[in-house]
């Protein structure tokens, strides 16, 4: 697939894995968008993609309008989309028995799930047009449980399967 000039959102850009998203599709000379919740670190992200003008925005996605906002801003400045990296990466380890089991479900539903389908909802027919794509960003640990994880090995793995992706 010829990706080269194609429209490319990807939220939370400033974490490991959008980060990395962002570096590889930047490299591969996509119209990038990058979207995250911190304009320091979106900034950091917009510098190594190394073009001209990546557009940052700072949005948060936790917030309805503030999707609506960031649709409305990619679909004026580029009259399009053709690929939205959904990459929400909230979570948390809360064993059964913790009085805050479903208060951390229902923030993690309200932080990656809400999001990420809203966002799908209203992109939707801009992707239709253009016969974009969607990749929606999942997490192993959805998986399976998984105890004493090698949070050092994490990112180093991330970046070597990106690179072997692309």
């Known amino acids: 697939m010829n990706v080269v ?3 490319v959102v990807v939220t939370n850009s ?3 894995i959008g980060e990395e998203t962002a570096l590889q599709f930047a490299a591969l000379g996509c119209k990038m968008v ?3 919740s911190d304009d320091a670190e979106i900034r950091q992200v917009a510098l190594k993609c190394r073009q001209k003008s990546p557009r940052e925005m700072r949005a948060d996605l936790t917030v309805d309008a503030e999707r609506v906002k960031l649709v409305d801003s990619v679909i004026d400045h580029y009259d399009r989309i053709d690929i939205l990296v959904n990459n929400f990466d909230h ?3 809360t064993p059964i028995d913790d009085a805050n089991l479903i208060r951390n479900y229902d923030k993690i539903l309200n932080a990656d799930l809400r999001p990420l389908l809203h966002l799908i909802y209203l992109f939707r027919a801009h ?3 253009s016969k974009g794509n969607i990749v929606n960003v999942s997490s192993v640990f959805g998986m399976r449980p998984v105890q004493n994880f090698n949070w050092t090995k994490k990112f180093d793995n991330l970046r070597s399967l990106a690179h072997n992706y692309f």
């Open 5 to 7: 000039k194609k429209v």
């Open 34 to 36: 990058l979207v995250g």
């Open 91 to 93: 979570g948390t380890f």
């Open 127 to 129: 992707l239709e047009k």
């Open 14 to 16: 400033h974490s490991d």
